[in-house]
């Protein structure tokens, strides 16, 4: 079964000169400006003058994105559609399951891959969503925000438009329940610690741990597991417990702690000090069929995110 996720994030706008927890409100900022109306005119805007496709490309990294105007489509308050990206800049060559030529791919030329999305810009609130789905190892978030981002900045040059990614408490469970840890690594960059645990005793070397900081690590052997996950998941549960209270590691006091944990055969890396920043890709391989065309339905994925996005809404409420 083909890998396919979906990714979440939320979308915040703020002033430049002011702090970035002074949020605005997404349907009422800069003057009686309304997000979801950027995203209703992207397609237009990216528009060359083709009638059926809007294109958007970076040439720094030879890719493109191409949005189908005809599946761009708002609904109440959301907006969802159809995203295709794929790379350019070299020339090859296809071949089929026997080997045999079937073709050349320009280097100017893009095979494209099709990715759904879904936004909800609620109205009279200070964050939105954006749902984004990913297959196999291919995704569109970097190219769809760089193209948003870019068409934002034009007509609102005094704000900042912002994506960060969150996750539904269940699906975060449901990772840890299938995940192995296989790496705990701790950090110091106070360096008066480093003499508990490192000293250099060459004088030639110049060593200045200002310059650097330690870190220790406890990495499971192959084909093993480090079984430390209910502890893990205290931590991650409080947002005031102190790593201390469950790990001590000599000579090291109130280190942050980075767990490298491995699920459904992909790594995930939780960070102790940015859990705000969490969000593992969501499978929903098992609700989704493929299609002739060897991706994902459309459909099946759409249905999917507005499920999860019901699901991410209340839980957040109920923070």
Not at 297 to 308: F, G, Q, R, V, W
Request: proline share 4%.
């Amino acid at each position: 079964m083909s890998l396919t996720t979906v990714a979440v994030y939320n979308i915040t706008i703020h002033k430049k000169n002011q702090s970035i927890k002074d949020l605005e409100v997404l349907s009422d900022f800069d003057f009686g400006s309304d997000l979801i109306k950027l995203f209703q005119k992207l397609p237009s805007l990216l528009n060359d003058g083709n009638n059926t496709f809007a294109l958007f490309e970076d040439k720094v990294n030879q890719k493109r994105l191409r949005i189908n105007t005809d599946e761009f489509k708002p609904f109440g308050r959301c907006i969802d559609g159809e995203l295709e990206t794929g790379d350019y800049g070299v020339e090859s060559i296809f071949i089929d399951g026997k080997g045999e030529d079937k073709g050349t791919i320009g280097k100017d030329d893009s095979p494209l891959m099709p990715f759904y999305f879904l936004c909800d810009i609620p109205k009279n609130e200070k964050k939105g969503y954006i749902l984004l789905q990913r297959f196999k190892q291919f995704g569109v978030f970097t190219l769809f925000v760089k193209a948003l981002r870019g068409e934002f900045m034009k007509t609102h040059p005094e704000y900042t438009i912002s994506f960060e990614p969150i996750t539904s408490y269940r699906e975060f469970n449901r990772v840890l329940d299938d995940a192995e840890i296989k790496k705990v690594s701790f950090q110091s960059r106070d360096s008066q610690q480093f003499s508990n645990v490192f000293r250099a005793t060459n004088p030639n070397d110049d060593f200045n741990p200002a310059d650097t900081y330690l870190e220790v690590n406890l990495v499971a052997k192959r084909n093993k597991k480090i079984n430390l996950m209910n502890s893990v998941r205290k931590i991650i549960s409080s947002d005031k417990m102190s790593v201390d209270s469950y790990f001590q590691v000599s000579g090291l006091a109130n280190v942050p702690l980075k767990v490298y944990l491995k699920a459904n055969g992909r790594p995930y890396v939780l960070d102790t000090t940015h859990m705000d920043n969490f969000s593992p890709d969501i499978d929903i391989s098992h609700l989704v069929k493929i299609n002739s065309k060897g991706f994902p339905e459309l459909a099946d994925i759409k249905k999917a995110s507005i499920k999860l996005l019901s699901d991410i809404k209340a839980e957040q409420n109920n923070k």
